[in-house]
């Protein structure tokens, strides 16, 4: 079964650091960009950043200087490193990955489960 599942989310102070990690695993044939979109609670899932195969990278406005999106392309894992971190970063934080099953289907974007980054004094 082809599925992302994250680790790395935690409870950090302000200022302070995190690095989420994602690794997809199962029967994916192809994954093309791989990224991160975070949830605070009251709020819609958001985009924060994303890298495709070019390794070129995007960042939202709020997190550029701070955070540093990266991938290992034979691992299949994409990684954010979050630096500086805020309380309004507070949130459930999934990583996302478009990719098919196999060379006949159609591309889709796959999401893992969640992990929550806390940031709180």
């Known amino acids: 079964q082809a599925q992302l599942v994250e680790s790395g989310g935690g409870s950090v102070q302000p200022g302070g650091s995190l690095r989420l990690s994602c690794a997809a695993s199962?029967?994916?044939?192809?994954?093309?960009?791989m990224g991160w979109y975070r949830e605070a609670p009251g709020k819609e899932r958001e985009w924060v950043a994303d890298?495709?195969?070019?390794?070129?990278?995007k960042y939202t406005n709020s997190v550029k200087g701070r955070f540093t999106i990266s991938r290992d392309y034979n691992r299949n894992t994409v990684h954010l490193q979050m630096n500086s971190l805020k309380p309004e970063d507070t949130a459930v934080y999934y990583c996302?990955?478009?990719?098919?099953?196999?060379?006949?289907?159609?591309?889709?974007?796959?999401w893992g489960q969640g992990t929550q980054v806390t940031v709180s004094s």
């Open positions: 199962g029967s994916f044939f192809g994954i093309r960009t």
């Open positions: 890298i495709d195969l070019g390794r070129n990278t």
């Open positions: 996302s990955a478009d990719a098919n099953l196999d060379p006949s289907t159609a591309w889709d974007r796959y």
